[in-house]
């Protein structure tokens, strides 16, 4: 591989610290991508810089924000975008800031080999970094897997899906994983098994990037669990019957990824379900047992970690066929999908449900949020994009844990209280919200977007809405339009 490391004129002989996360994938990433995100300038204030160079953004209109293009270029698994700028920009990009401290984030490096990251390292050879893993015991990890390859427009599984990943992914094996970072970066990595930190994981990443107590106190009352949640076994079961489904009716699959399977996804959470796991068969649970004792004592042994009871033993799990109904209630899911209107600003309608759950918890989800929302929601919205907008750099910040929410005003690197919101009131100021940005577009991590108009003193604001569903509740950025086009988070 070329050398990836662009001559920088360097006034300083100080190294710059870099905090490098790897991976692995399913270890609730994506909720911290989102934090980074939302966070750059608080970060910022504290010292710790989020690079702009190689952080995707936005891929085919969804937010898949994360320093994606370093991964994409060093292993060559994923055509880079050359928009987001490359390894050598964002090399650059930190020589030119050694009095901060910088944080490069991208599970997908968990795909690289010995000579990959041997080639990063030497592309990061001017730094001083320090690498952070995140594992996750070898069982649920490919559960995780699994939901998260087939909530989509999907064929029939393979015959052993699991026995194909036990054979021959090679992020199984942890031990090797870990080594093959720490050698070449002088064994500075911090390893942190996610069954221990899954209540709280940004809070837990910035602990390993050794962030300041003032920053950890800011923000540590925004970590949340988890975005992307993974669905059971039964709502895989309906997806895969709403493929066949699909597929038989001419639906194209981006159609279906778009709406449909978010739907179904969104419907099969609003369902108790008693199936959970994903059968897998007798060798591979076999082997997969056999890989997990021999591998996990390794990670034991030479990095001195603290494995759980999960991380020694497969499980077992109880094969459960969905009921013949579930083909029925996902070809009715599949033709209430088809009157939805997918693009921001388009009307949005829902056929008449049945009363089933399924339809009800489909209906809450796609709501013709172009329907006016009372006015006293709206005001109450409005009264808080005034108060939270001064000037254009600022942004507007709600989270919504359990029963209580908080909005926020972010200014400069600053979260500062505006009012505290009851169950009720968010309810209300989360319903004109939908309906006045109109947020009808759902990503593969949960987010929805829409524009919103503002009036303020200066006249009419166009404000970009992301808004997320979590584990235990919900939360929401409202940034400057001009700003978030100019990749400023």
């Given amino acids: 591989m070329p050398d990836l490391q662009p001559a920088v004129a360097s006034t300083t002989t100080r190294r710059p610290v870099v905090h490098l996360?790897?991976?692995?994938?399913?270890?609730?990433?994506?909720?911290?991508?989102?934090?980074?995100?939302?966070?750059?300038?608080?970060?910022?204030?504290h010292g710790f810089h989020l690079p702009r160079a190689a952080w995707t953004r936005y891929i085919n209109r969804f937010w898949n924000g994360g320093h994606n293009n370093v991964p994409w270029e060093i292993c060559g698994h994923h055509p880079v975008l050359?928009?987001?700028?490359?390894?050598?920009?964002?090399?650059?990009?930190?020589?030119?800031?050694?009095?901060?401290?910088?944080?490069v984030f991208s599970e997908d490096l968990d795909y690289a080999n010995g000579a990959q990251v041997e080639a990063l390292a030497h592309a990061l050879r001017m730094f001083d970094v320090r690498i952070v893993v995140f594992l996750r015991n070898q069982a649920d990890w490919l559960q995780s897997l699994y939901t998260e390859e087939h909530k989509w427009f999907t064929p029939e599984p393979a015959a052993d899906w699991f026995l194909d990943r036990v054979t021959h992914d090679r992020r199984l094996h942890l031990d090797a994983l870990c080594v093959r970072w720490a050698r070449p970066f002088g064994?500075?990595?911090?390893?942190?098994?996610?069954?221990?930190?899954?209540?709280?994981?940004?809070?837990?990443?910035?602990?390993?990037?050794?962030?300041?107590?003032?920053?950890?106190?800011?923000?540590?009352?925004?970590?949340?669990?988890?975005?992307?949640?993974?669905?059971?076994?039964?709502?895989?079961?309906?997806?895969?019957?709403a493929s066949a489904y699909a597929r038989a009716q001419g639906i194209r699959p981006e159609f279906f990824n778009g709406v449909i399977a978010p739907a179904l996804v969104t419907a099969g959470?609003?369902?108790?379900?008693?199936?959970?796991?994903?059968?897998?068969?007798?060798?591979?649970?076999?082997?997969?047992?056999?890989?997990?004792?021999?591998?996990?004592?390794a990670v034991v042994e030479l990095f001195g970690l603290a494995l759980g009871p999960e991380y020694w033993s497969a499980g077992q799990d109880q094969p459960q066929d969905l009921a013949p109904a579930g083909a029925v209630?996902?070809?009715?899911?599949?033709?209430?999908?088809?009157?939805?209107g997918t693009r921001a600003g388009t009307r949005?309608?829902?056929?008449?449900?049945?009363?089933?759950?399924?339809?009800?918890?489909?209906?809450d989800t796609y709501y013709p949020w172009a329907t006016e929302a009372e006015p006293s929601s709206v005001q109450r919205l409005q009264d808080l994009l005034v108060a939270a907008f001064p000037t254009d750099d600022a942004a507007l910040y709600l989270e919504r844990k359990g029963e209580q929410g908080v909005a926020f005003q972010q200014k400069d690197g600053r979260l500062v209280e505006l009012r505290q919101l009851r169950q009720a009131e968010w309810g209300g100021l989360l319903l004109a919200l939908q309906r006045q940005a109109r947020l009808n577009r759902v990503s593969w991590n949960n987010l929805r977007e829409g524009q919103l108009l503002v009036e303020g003193r200066a006249g009419h604001t166009p404000m970009w809405v992301r808004h997320v569903p979590t584990a235990d509740g919900e939360l929401a950025m409202i940034e400057p339009v001009g700003r978030w086009r100019q990749g400023h988070r």
């Avoid at 609003?270 to 996990?296: D, F, G, W």
């Avoid at 949005?348 to 209906?363: D, I, K, N, Q």
């Fill in 82 to 103: 050359p928009e987001f700028g490359t390894l050598a920009d964002l090399v650059a990009e930190i020589a030119a800031l050694p009095e901060h401290q910088h944080i």
């Fill in 269 to 297: 959470a609003a369902m108790p379900r008693a199936t959970r796991r994903i059968p897998m068969s007798a060798e591979a649970r076999q082997r997969l047992q056999a890989l997990m004792t021999r591998v996990n004592r």
């Fill in 187 to 241: 064994q500075r990595i911090t390893i942190r098994p996610y069954e221990n930190i899954r209540g709280h994981l940004f809070d837990a990443f910035l602990e390993c990037c050794g962030a300041p107590a003032g920053l950890r106190a800011e923000l540590a009352a925004r970590s949340f669990p988890l975005v992307n949640a993974s669905p059971d076994a039964d709502t895989l079961a309906i997806i895969r019957q």
């Fill in 21 to 45: 996360f790897v991976g692995l994938h399913k270890t609730g990433s994506s909720a911290i991508r989102l934090m980074l995100d939302f966070h750059a300038t608080l970060l910022d204030r």
């Fill in 348 to 363: 949005m309608r829902v056929s008449a449900g049945a009363g089933e759950p399924s339809h009800a918890a489909l209906a």
């Fill in 329 to 340: 209630t996902a070809e009715r899911l599949v033709e209430m999908c088809l009157d939805l």
